[in-house]
């Protein structure tokens, strides 16, 4: 293979690496979401656990969770070593490249004046477009060798991470079935959910207050008061009405010493 198929072969690879380096990128941001969607699922059941359903389940759920949890730090691990802290080599820019060519013709023509003032020394003639070519054709090479390098060693970070991911998913799938078939969600609709009815609690209260006062009554040899079968309790007392609420609409402004 001649030197111009080889570089046409070092440029290919050189852009084929950089495809490689984004696709890589999104299947670090991909398994960054499954990550954060765990996370979310599994807050969601810590949040509405219900410690007072079995013991045994809740248990199980716990460990199960933690387990979870652990495991996906070296998921998480692997992650960010595979997204921060690797650097790609890239070509020299457009216009690095013409400074560069320019300052070969000059030193073309700085070689031949030198040749002519000083035969005795002669030094090999500069050949502008060769020289262009050589630099090409090594950046080609070195940055597609480098990038080559990184992006295998981020797939394997990738690979681990995923390979973490997969382990951490075990406990979690028990934990989220264990949370299910138990019925664990304190908010589950098969389930009887207190309520505290306020009136209802005021009305108790002041039936435990006749009692009271009935019981000391009797304990003190006391008359007990007549209650009438048509007794009626007095009407609840209105509610307050509101104060008026003032709205500033322009304050007034500070004066001068204030």
Known sequence: MDKQRLFELYEKLYFHEMEVREK??????VTFA????????????????????NKFAVSTFVICTAV??????????????AF????Y?????????????????????????????????????????ERISEHLYSKFRDCSTHNTAVNDRRSEQVHKSFKWLLFASIPMFIASVTFIIFDLDVFSPR???????????????????EIVIFTDFYKGDQEMPEVEDNYVPPPPA?????????LVENDNLPSAGE
């Open 89 to 129: 080599n890239g070509m020299p820019s457009p216009k690095e490249t013409d400074v560069y060519r320019e300052e070969l013709i000059l030193h073309r023509h700085q070689i031949a004046q030198y040749n002519m003032d000083y035969p005795q020394n002669q030094q090999p003639e500069v050949i502008v477009d």
């Open 191 to 209: 389930k009887e959910t207190s309520i505290i009815d306020q009136s209802v609690v005021n009305a108790l209260n002041e039936i435990k207050h």
């Open 238 to 246: 209105a509610p307050q009405e509101p104060d008026v609420r003032p």
């Open 24 to 29: 890589i990128t999104g299947r670090v941001q």
């Open 84 to 87: 921060w802290g690797n650097t």
């Open 34 to 53: 499954l990550v954060a969607t765990g996370y979310t699922i599994l807050s969601y059941m810590l949040r509405m656990l219900d410690f007072t359903s």
């Open 68 to 81: 979870t949890f652990l495991i996906s730090f070296g998921c998480l691990y692997y992650l960010i070593r």
